[in-house]
Nanobody, 119 residues
Framework: QVQLVESGGGVVQAGDSLRLSCAAS????????MAWFRQAAEKERTFVAV????????AYAASVKGRFTISLDNAKTTVYLQMNSLKPEDTAVYSC????????????WGQGTQVTVSS
């Protein structure tokens, strides 16, 4: 059974940093990409960052570029999201997802972790 388990969320002040983790298990993820999405209260889920597990290619939403960094551990089973210079508008539930690199869809989702940034 494939599982994506996020951790690392919490309550911080504006300007602080947090690192989220997404541990993947249940299958090999060769040929997959993994991404972080976020959903603020009463808003739609939006893309944050993505990493290709084979090539290491990364991409970011304009709102987080330069502040957030997505990375992968050596075993390619855990994806991280380093979030620096956090702003109140970064407050959301952050979820990780996994999908085939050549697919437009996301096959697996984690349960999400809450990030709250106070001003």
């Amino acid at each position: 059974q494939v599982q994506l388990v996020e951790s690392g969320g919490g309550v911080v002040q504006a300007g602080d940093s947090l690192r989220l983790s997404c541990a993947a298990s249940g299958r090999t993820f060769g040929g997959y990409r993994m991404a972080w999405f976020r959903q603020a209260a009463e808003k739609e889920r939006t893309f944050v960052a993505v990493i290709n597990l084979s090539t290491g290619y990364t991409a970011y939403a304009a709102s987080v570029k330069g502040r957030f960094t997505i990375s992968l551990d050596n075993a390619k089973t855990t994806v991280y999201l380093q979030m620096n210079s956090l702003k109140p508008e970064d407050t959301a539930v952050y979820s990780c997802a996994a999908g085939l690199s050549d697919s437009g869809s996301w096959d697996y989702w984690g349960q999400g972790t809450q990030v709250t940034v106070s001003s």
